[in-house]
């Protein structure tokens, strides 16, 4: 008797922008993954949240809107922003309601330089700069903490307070090791700015400390966030798995993007290792409302981001099917004009869908 085939229940919130152009893109190559492996299908549900929605309603989601995410086993996110609505607003309202609603609180961030793309470092070629960044995704300097006094008075005070839970440090640091562990090279970079912050930062080392016991097979080292931006420019090399505070990692992620050739490419997970509820994939970027509706937006990032949803979905062969079709793409030079080509989101969509059917 053949197997039974699974049904992935997948949530697509493409939202504002480029966001319903990579998505639309992204779930053409899931299509076309899930028909070459046979074993699994994608049941996907589409939801209309965003910024129209505010502007006609004065919500991005619905106030249920958790609950009607949390029986799916994945969500699909395309990007939030629009030109006439604050960033607060938006940030606020769609994104962060969801990660920290479901306490996604590892967002991981592979960065490599695919064939065909230009790193702006020079020598530096696919291979050589291959990364994944876990950025804490739950506390620290995004918690939200802090607040005005005086307000608009000449002695006005602003705080913006970091908070870190022994919780928060170690379940994000182990995740890291294990990550690290999963991967050939099994070498992790922590970083933190403990020279300058003496008490949160310095924590971070030491719960470092304490976890690295449980993993003498990891290679590891500590590096201040300002070194650590050289050493990502002079030695791209040397690094492999990074692991850093929500800002520190924030930031280091968009060098992590620009170098590896544009934020076109970069995806990212929002994942709770602990599955309690679905785990949140998206492309880094954001909406782009210089090239919406042009049809040039680069899916590559949306591409990858699919494939990490499948990895975490449990379905690894599809997730790798998909990044060598991707690749392949990238190296024929189907490349759209952010990464120096001149093809168009679907032309890049069609030729991925086509070397996933046509792969030996
Ligand atoms: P947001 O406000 O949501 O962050 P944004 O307009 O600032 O959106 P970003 O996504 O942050 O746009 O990207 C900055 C610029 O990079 C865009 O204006 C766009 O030109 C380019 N860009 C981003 N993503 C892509 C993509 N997928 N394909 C091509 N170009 C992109
Ligand atoms: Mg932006």
Redesign the pocket.
Known sequence: TPDAVRTYRIAAIPAD??GPE?IAAGLQALEAVARRDGGFTLDVTDFDWGSDRYKRSGALMPEDGREQLKDFDAIFFG???APDVP?HITLWGLRLPICQGFDQYANVRPTKILPGITSPLANVGPGDLDWVIVRENSEGEYAGMGGRAHRGMPEEVGTEVAIFTRTGVERIMRYAFQLAQSRPRKLLTVVTKSNAQRHGMVMWDEIAEEVSRDFPDISWDKMLVDAMTVRMVKNPRSLDTIVATNLHADILSDLAGALAG???VAPTGNIDPERRGPSMFE?I???????TGKG???PV?TFWTASQMLEHLGEAAAAQRLMRAVESVCAAGIL?P?VGGSATTQDVTTAVCEAIRSEN
Request: avoid cysteine.
């Open positions: 922008g480029i990579v990007a939030v922003g960033d544009s934020l076109g492309p970027h954001g909406s782009a409302f210089d090239i040039i937006a680069n990032a759209t952010d």
